[in-house]
Structure formats: structure tokens, C-alpha cells
């Protein structure tokens, strides 16, 4: 194999063939395919050492309000209070168990991302068409693909018939991707490579080929695998500041307890009554103090806390160009809890304004008529839950000019939410009990048309609720303004998360996401309200 200049989508197939040294025609030969074996390892996810669900469960109990709790049923067993020491040992038992079920699922989380590669593949090799286990692929293999196949690892398409492929557990993207092998910009985001093909991806009709261009922990499936085990001590700053109010909290109640009972001791003492009887019972009483002072299920406190917030408003701001998507997921997270206000920015807004007639002109929609039927649609069954801009902000002789919505006559030159909108929206996520911020309301990158997004997202993090913020724009948008920390969960992955939160199965998502989704469910129980 050469080196590669550059990557491989964007390269003609010729150049692709060239730098990973094989015959299109032939495959590699099983002397060179056991050479790159050597050299790049088996194609297997990354492996990553896991604790026993025995030691996952003993971490439950590390925080220092359970240590103080351990202790306080030791000693009242040991003084024959036998009845609260069983109280307290149930209480813990039951922290215990709740944190381990959470743990668990999150450990199960990379199990189902290898679940989704294919244990077998047809791949060229030595002139033939040959049926092979997954894992002996290597880097300039030549795959065979047809319908109904799961994508083995990364490849260039070199020969398309027609491929289409469904890539939704990686980009969310609802409608299966046409395959061709012609090459694209370097600068193409992976959901865009029409020319590449991605392991756990699914063939859904044609054939073609494919160059094998990255294995095992090189394939996007394998880094989201690999990510998924190093960030499994991680704290969202929601957590830590529950932690960190715990301590504190523990520290206040041990000092206090250890007053009082010297203050009684040293008051027992000069009365002359100081009796090993009066001073166990003393003791108890202060254990009794500090099993009332220490908040038991302190290590469910961020939970508690969801709870309560979920009965404020689940506000979602939905922008970004992907409609087909949006439009798709839109019911789903109303039906699932997941929006009793969406705040609706960037061109999926614009697709609900010209649904309900509040401007007109073309807009840069692939089956236009189509979407706006299918906003007007959903529109009218769920008018009371959408809030719609009153202003935009669109670029007139290379300046921002900001106009009520009916003044606009060229949508395409629309570039942000107005300030007016803006006030509005903030006033919504502020009241909110948990916001969800899915695509840029402006083009954050032009500082002329960045406003609308900056003030979300400022807001967003000020906010009181649980936030969530996903899109590789509005992530980069949150490290630029400084305010990520202050955001809970945040992920790359925009369409992703979308069509994860509207009821998709997608294991991949879901081992980044455990966490959300721990809570997700007492959402729906409580019907998101």
C-alpha cells in the first residue's frame, strides 16, 4: 500500500486502487491479505476490559453519604438496633441495585455495537468470489455487496448497480443513500460520502463493490465503540454538582452531629451522670441524626431532580436542512413526550411557514410540494405545541437586515431567526424543564448571521432544566462560545440523536446516550408533561 495523500472519497477509483495496492479485478492474494493481517490486526471492535457486575455493583457504594450510611448500620447493629440497621441496609440495597441496573445497560451498550457487524462477508480474492468471516478483512480488500448485506467494514464504492444502502444507525438519515463511485470534496462530511460505504450499514437494494478502506478500531463504527469505552467515568456537570453539594452536605451533618454529642458528653461529664448506658444511647441519637441528615438516595439525586423537572415543559428546537428527517421524527417526539414546545429555526421553519401561508417563493427543498404538505399535515393536528419565527434576518448587499416574516419574498436569502424571535424563544427555554437543541437557527460561522444561535445556546446553558444539545455545528458553536461544561449531554451526531429520542432503534447511538436514556423512560411514563 502507498501512502495516501489524501482522503480516499476524494479520489477517482483509479487512484483509490492504486494507493491501496489491488487488482479491482482480482482481490488481493492470500499471501498479501495475510501480510496486511499482520500489519493492521483482526477487523474486530476494539476490546475493552469491562468490570464483573459484582464490582459493578460494590462501586455503587464509594460516595461518601453511603460510606457514612455503611457505617450507621454497622454500629446500630452492633448496638442491637437491629430494626434500623435492617431499614438503612434495605435503603442502600436498593441504591445498590439502582445504580448497577443503570451501569449495566451502559455495559451492554458496546455488546449490541458488535452486534451490529456482519459475522461473514463475500469478498474478492486470488480472482474468486469467496465467503469469509468478517474479521479476516483487511484494508484493500475487494467486498462484494448485494441487497439484504451488512457492510463489514469502510470502503470506497468502486462498482455501483444501483446500490443503495440504509446508513441510519450512523447518520440517522431515514432514507436509504444511492451509492456511486464518482469523488467528492475532501471537505464532504461522512453522512454526505455518496462514494463510501460503512461497517454495521445495511444493503438495502442493487449491488457493487467496494475497496476496504479502514478495519476494526479505524472504522467510524469501531472509534464510536472505542469512544464508548474511555468516556464510562465521565460526569455530566449536572452530576458533579450533585456530588459536590453531597460532600459538602455530609461533611455540614457529621460536624454537627460530632458537636452535639460532645456538647452532651461534656455536659454528662461535669454533671457526674456519665454512664456507659447514657452515653450509647447518646450515640444512637446521633447516628439516628445522621441517618435523617444524609439524603439516602443522594446517588439518584440528578434522577430526582429529572423527575421533578419533567414536569416543566420539554421544549425542543428543531433547525437544520435535513426536512425529510425532521418531518419524519416531528410526530414521534410529540407522541413520545420529547416536545411539548418546538421552536422551530433554519429551513425546516421556513417549510412550516410556507405551510401555513406566512410566505411564499420557492425554497431549496428536494420534493418541496411534498414536504410542505406533509408540515401542513402535521401542523394542523399539533398547532398548540409549534412556535413559529415573526422575524428573519436575511442578507441584502452583503449586510443583515432583519423582517417581520410576511415582508420576506425570497426565502433563500433567509439566513438567521430575527431578534424578535429570538426573545421569544429564550423566554420558553427558560421556563423549560428540559431543552433539546437540534441544528444551527443561523449560520453561526458568519458572524453577521450567528446571533440566533449564540443566544439559544447561551440560554440553553443557563438554562435550570437538563440539556441537550447535539449537531457538529452547534457543538463547535458551544466550544467557541466557551459554555459546553454547562451543557449535559452533548453529541456530534444531529440527525442521530433526533431520530434516537423519536423512538429509532439505533444501538449505536444508544451506547453513547445510556445515560439519557435512563431517564428518557420516566419521561414517557409521566407523558413528558
Known amino acids: 500500500m502507498g501512502e495516501v495523500q489524501r482522503p480516499f472519497h476524494s479520489m477517482p477509483v483509479e487512484e483509490v486502487v492504486r494507493a491501496l495496492g489491488v487488482d479491482p479485478s482480482r482481490g488481493l492474494s492470500a499471501e498479501e491479505v495475510e501480510r496486511r493481517r499482520r500489519t493492521y490486526g483482526p477487523n474486530r471492535i476494539v476490546e475493552v476490559k469491562r468490570p464483573s457486575p459484582f464490582l459493578l455493583f460494590l462501586n455503587q457504594y464509594r460516595s461518601v453519604l453511603v460510606m457514612i450510611l455503611l457505617a450507621a448500620t454497622v454500629v446500630s447493629a ?7 440497621a435492617a431499614v438503612i441496609g434495605v435503603i442502600l440495597l436498593f441504591i445498590g441495585f439502582m445504580g448497577f441496573l443503570q451501569e449495566y445497560r451502559a455495559e451492554r451498550a458496546l455488546e449490541r455495537l458488535r452486534e451490529l457487524t456482519a459475522p461473514r462477508c463475500r469478498v474478492l480474492r486470488d480472482g474468486e468470489v469467496v465467503v469469509v468471516p468478517s474479521e479476516d478483512l483487511v484494508p484493500g480488500d475487494v467486498l462484494v455487496l448485494g441487497e439484504g448485506d451488512v457492510v463489514a467494514a469502510d ?9 443503495r444502502v440504509d446508513e441510519s444507525p450512523l447518520t440517522g438519515e431515514s432514507a436509504p ?14 453522512a454526505d460520502r455518496t462514494n463510501c460505504v460503512y461497517a454495521g450499514t445495511l444493503v438495502v437494494s442493487g449491488k457493487g463493490k467496494a475497496v476496504v478502506t479502514a478495519t476494526g478500531r479505524s472504522t467510524e463504527l469501531g472509534k464510536i465503540a472505542e469512544y464508548t469505552g474511555q468516556v464510562r467515568e465521565e460526569r455530566t456537570p449536572l452530576e458533579a454538582r450533585m456530588e459536590d453539594l453531597g460532600k459538602k452536605f455530609g461533611i455540614l451533618a457529621l460536624v454537627i452531629i460530632a458537636t452535639l454529642f460532645a456538647a452532651e458528653f461534656v455536659e454528662s461529664v461535669l454533671a457526674g451522670d456519665a454512664s456507659l448506658d447514657f452515653l450509647i444511647e447518646v450515640f444512637l441519637f446521633s447516628v439516628a441524626l445522621a441517618v435523617a441528615a444524609v439524603p439516602e438516595a443522594l446517588p439518584l439525586k440528578s434522577l430526582r431532580k429529572i423527575q421533578s423537572v419533567m414536569k416543566a415543559p420539554f421544549v425542543t428546537v428543531l433547525g437544520g436542512a435535513k426536512v425529510r428527517d425532521r418531518l419524519e421524527a416531528m410526530e414521534a417526539l410529540i407522541q413520545g413526550g420529547k416536545a411539548d414546545k418546538i421552536l422551530l429555526t433554519g429551513l425546516i421553519a421556513l417549510v412550516f411557514l410556507k405551510a401555513v401561508g406566512k410566505i411564499k417563493g420557492k425554497l431549496n427543498v428536494q420534493n418541496e410540494d411534498q414536504m410542505v404538505e406533509k408540515a401542513r399535515s402535521i401542523y394542523q393536528k399539533y398547532d398548540d405545541r409549534f412556535e413559529l419565527p415573526e422575524d428573519l434576518a436575511i442578507e441584502r448587499n452583503g449586510e443583515r437586515v432583519e423582517l417581520p416574516v410576511s415582508s ?8 438567521d431567526i430575527g431578534h424578535a424571535t429570538v426573545r421569544k424563544y429564550v423566554r420558553l427555554i427558560k421556563s423549560a424543564g428540559t431543552v433539546f437543541v ?3 437557527p443561523g449560520v453561526f460561522e458568519d458572524d453577521r448571521f450567528s446571533f440566533g444561535t449564540y443566544e439559544i445556546l447561551q440560554a440553553t446553558a443557563s438554562s435550570f432544566g437538563i440539556t441537550i444539545v447535539s449537531g457538529g455545528h452547534l457543538n463547535a458553536a458551544l466550544q467557541k462560545l466557551g459554555i459546553k461544561d454547562w451543557i449535559d449531554y452533548v453529541s456530534t451526531a444531529g440527525g442521530a440523536l433526533v431520530m434516537y429520542l423519536a423512538g429509532k432503534k439505533m444501538p449505536m447511538f444508544e451506547a453513547l446516550s445510556v445515560s439519557y436514556e435512563t431517564w428518557s423512560k420516566d419521561s414517557r411514563r409521566t407523558g413528558g408533561s
Not at 179 to 187: A, D, I, S
Open 177 to 190: 443513500v444511492d451509492k456511486r463511485t464518482e469523488p467528492l470534496l475532501e471537505e464532504t462530511p461522512m
Open 155 to 163: 470502503g470506497r464504492v468502486i462498482e455501483s448497480s444501483g446500490l
Open 438 to 440: 437540534s441544528g444551527p
Open 408 to 415: 420576506v419574498e425570497d426565502p433563500t436569502l433567509v439566513k
Open 78 to 84: 452492633a448496638l442491637g438496633d437491629v430494626i434500623e
